[in-house]
């Protein structure tokens, strides 16, 4: 099947998008079990569609919030990635200086607007984040991705309906990977749907998505993003997808059924997207370059990571808060 609505070096765009994620996480992956990235890590491998395929359709100026599984939307909205894979491994050259690690990259010269480790806390930032956009005039669209565990949270249902009542330009988008932590979304939600069954309740339209699929992805995000920049409000896109690893660290997913795991893995979103990328007649020999070049740049983010030092103890407590110090804690 083809996107009508994709042109071709969208499409190859995206593709290189997924895969310099998916490069980037395996080999975190690896350095972790080195004991080169400390602390924690969360990995959306499995779910690199969802923000290749809205990354594609935002404007540089548009702002990303995301949760503490957050790699794959830094990355593809423009960070550079030695600075993120600094970051994992707490080293100077991180980009929040190698302090915040895993769970909190942030970018704000490319507009991704933080990670966030609270379950459901940076959506109501989101919303505000877009107002403010809004008070300015600068046109800007904030897309908050979060978990289907989030929809449990208050604060979901608070900036949702907030963002509803005053069209505030906001696109939430529910990567629903069917799990929080180590529990079935289904076990603790009456619905089926954990964000598009609660859409009606705030006047929204239930939007269902498949999230392995790039260009479905993709076609949704233009939508709902210009219907956000219209000034016609927000949108809430429940995106289906699996994480093709644990919760975190090195978590074996243990507690999910081995025929689900296989039938998820069959549905790879590489996979679909070459597939369907070398069906419309593009040359396995393009695909392959871009799988080699990307390659290349993890490995040179490896080398940079490793060559890094860690950074000045003399600025613990700079860059704490916004005047680079903590004085105002005094
Ligand atoms: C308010 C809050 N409660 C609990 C936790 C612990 N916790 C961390 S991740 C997580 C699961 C969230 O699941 P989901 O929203 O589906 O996101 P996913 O990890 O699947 O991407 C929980 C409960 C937390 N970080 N914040
Ligand atoms: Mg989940």
Redesign the pocket.
């Known amino acids: 099947m083809t996107s009508a609505s994709v042109d071709e070096s969208t499409r190859l765009a995206m593709y290189r998008d997924m895969v310099r994620a998916r490069d980037f996480e395996q080999r975190a992956y690896d350095l972790f079990l080195e004991g080169v990235v400390q602390g924690t890590t969360?990995l959306?491998l499995g779910q690199e569609a969802v923000a290749a395929g809205f990354a594609a359709a935002m404007r540089p100026t548009d702002m990303t919030f995301c949760?503490?599984?957050g790699h794959n939307h830094t990355l593809l909205r423009g960070a550079p990635m030695p600075a993120l894979m600094g970051e994992l491994a707490g080293r100077k050259t991180g980009i929040c200086g190698g302090k915040g690690g895993s769970m909190h990259l942030t970018d704000v010269p490319n507009h991704a607007m933080g990670s966030y480790?609270?379950?459901?806390?940076h959506l109501p930032i989101a919303v505000g984040a877009a107002w403010a956009g809004v008070l300015r005039g600068t046109d800007q669209v904030s897309v908050c991705f979060?978990?289907?565990?989030?929809?449990n949270?208050g604060a979901f249902h608070e900036a949702v309906n907030l963002a509803a009542v005053w069209k505030v330009p906001v696109v939430f988008v529910c990567?629903?990977?069917l799990?929080?932590?180590y529990t079935p979304?289904g076990d603790v939600i009456a619905v089926e749907h954990p964000a598009a069954d609660r859409a009606s309740a705030y006047g929204l339209e239930s939007i269902i998505v498949d999230g392995n699929d790039v260009e479905a992805v993709h076609d949704i995000a233009v939508e709902t993003i210009e219907r956000a920049r219209r000034g016609e409000g927000p949108s809430l896109v429940e995106a289906k997808t699996y994480?093709h690893k644990g919760?975190?660290r090195a978590d074996p997913g243990k507690y999910r059924p081995d025929d689900e795991v296989a039938a998820w893995l069959e549905r790879d979103p590489l996979t679909i997207s070459r597939r369907r990328l070398e069906a419309d007649g593009v040359a396995g020999d393009t695909i392959d370059a871009i799988e080699a070049e990307s390659m290349i740049e993890v490995d040179s983010a490896t080398e940079a990571t490793r060559n890094a030092p860690p950074p000045d103890p003399a600025t613990l407590m700079t860059e704490v808060w916004a005047d680079g110090g903590s004085e105002w804690r005094n």
Do not use: C, L, P, Q
């Open positions: 969360h959306g949760t503490y599984r480790a609270i379950v459901g806390a979060f978990g289907d565990g989030a929809t949270i990567e629903n990977n799990y929080m932590e979304i994480r919760h975190s």
